[in-house]
């Protein structure tokens, strides 16, 4: 079910200031991480597991299809996604089934594979510093390819555009959430360094891609 306009535009005006803060390792936890240890290395170019791809426009993309699991090549993701939506501080919520090997797909904006920007948000780390899902996130390169699996067996493929970072208060909200003119699928995670009188990290990292 998706949320009428008037109260999408609504939740995106809670959200300037509060979204993509609980994409970090121990927004909502009590326990401190220590920073992110620096990766000297970058990973494997390879994934384990290679989903059958059945390419599809946006036309043909089924009405009734959501997002089973995100597939990442370069990096080697292959999560399941849960659907999530805003919590009740106005933070865009993370997955809780799986968080830390899992990525969360905020259900009232927009379907993979359909006219405008979906969003997929996911961990960078998990209490400790330890990795998770999109630790290795800001190593995709303009051109890298990233797949949706639909709950209905197909593979809808996006390709970076760009990747950003920006300060928690300066994300463009509207252009993650709303943009329209193609169809676009936006991955968000943390990154920076970690500040903890704050709970959460200086830097968000927002990975903007097209459907091929």
Known sequence: MRLSTSLFAIMLLLLVQATLLSACGAQTLAVTPKPSPIVMHKPSPTVAVSPTVTTLTPETTPAAAVPA??????????????????????????????PWEGVGWYSYGTRPGAEGSAVIDGHVDRPGGYPAIFWNLRYLQRGDTVMVVTSQGQTLRFRVLRIASYPPNQAPVQGIFETTGGVFLNLITCTGTWIPSQHQTTLRLVVYTVME
Not at 82 to 93: H, Q, R, T
């Open 69 to 98: 699991r995100l597939v990442i090549p370069r990096i080697g993701v292959n999560a399941i996604v849960e659907d999530v939506g805003i919590k009740s501080n106005g933070d865009l919520a993370t997955p809780t089934k799986n």
